[in-house]
T-cell receptor, first 116, second 113 residues
Framework: AQSVAQPEDQVNVAEGNPLTVKCTYSVSGNPYLFWYVQYPNRGLQFLLKYITGDNLVKGSYGFEAEFNKSQTSFHLKKPSALVSDSALYFCAVSPRGSSGTYKYIFGTGTRLKVLA | DAGVIQSPRHEVTEMGQEVTLRCKPISGHDYLFWYRQTMMRGLELLIYFNNNVPIDDSGMPEDRFSAKMPNASFSTLKIQPSEPRDSAVYFC???????????FGEGSRLTVL
């Protein structure tokens, strides 16, 4: 079955330190990969995506993600965390389906808490 | 563009009542997704459409749930009859083509008493 795993329910990091939020996936083919952020009582917001090309993708708010095909991972990173980065982060993959369309599968989410 | 618009933002109803949630996707987007979010189950894909055609409804929990997309600018998710376990936040999202990112609405928070 196709799936996305975010192994950590919560990640705590001190402000100013680098952060990593992990994501691995299990889908066939070459899916598109995404990260989203959700603030309380809001819809999800797009951060960045990997379609093809350079394995290091840069996105909004200073976030970046590293694609590793052999490990089927797409970890989210930021060199220096801010308290305002505290939120719920979702990894998502968009594999090609049998109908030729692309569905969207989300991980379970990782709550990031940046401590002042 | 105003983004994805969902209504109502909040709905409180009693068990057994019919609930209809509405979504207006971003103009020009050809994919539309309905998700349900709860603390226990996280974000679940219910159904998605491509060019107004339902492609995968395997996530729809029961026959009580139905979704339609009569045209490119409107979709509904209906629950009839509603039950307390349907209480959740329901999100609609749209995107342009397969490689596009999803744009989410602000969600409809449903409480079934």
């Amino acid at each position: 079955a196709q799936s996305v795993a975010q192994p950590e329910d919560q990640v705590n990091v001190a402000e100013g330190n680098p952060l990593t939020v992990k994501c691995t996936y299990s889908v066939s083919g070459n899916p598109y990969l995404f990260w989203y952020v959700q603030y309380p009582n809001r819809g999800l917001q797009f951060l960045l995506k990997y379609i093809t090309g350079d394995n290091l993708v840069k996105g909004s708010y200073g976030f970046e993600a590293e694609f590793n095909k052999s490990q089927t991972s797409f970890h989210l990173k930021k060199p220096s965390a801010l308290v305002s980065d505290s939120a719920l982060y979702f990894c998502a993959v968009s594999p090609r389906g049998s109908s030729g369309t692309y569905k969207y599968i989300f991980g379970t989410g990782t709550r990031l808490k940046v401590l002042a | 563009d105003a983004g994805v618009i969902q209504s109502p933002r909040h709905e409180v109803t009693e068990m057994g009542q019919e609930v209809t949630l509405r979504c207006k996707p971003i103009s020009g987007h050809d994919y539309l997704f309905w998700y349900r979010q709860t603390m226990m189950r996280g974000l679940e894909l219910l159904i998605y459409f491509n060019n107004n055609v339902p492609i995968d409804d395997s996530g729809m929990p029961e026959d009580r749930f139905s979704a339609k997309m009569p045209n490119a600018s409107f979709s509904t998710l209906k629950i009839q009859p509603s039950e307390p376990r349907d209480s959740a936040v329901y999100f609609c999202a749209s995107r342009y083509r397969a490689a596009g990112e999803l744009f989410f609405g602000e969600g409809s928070r449903l409480t079934v008493l």
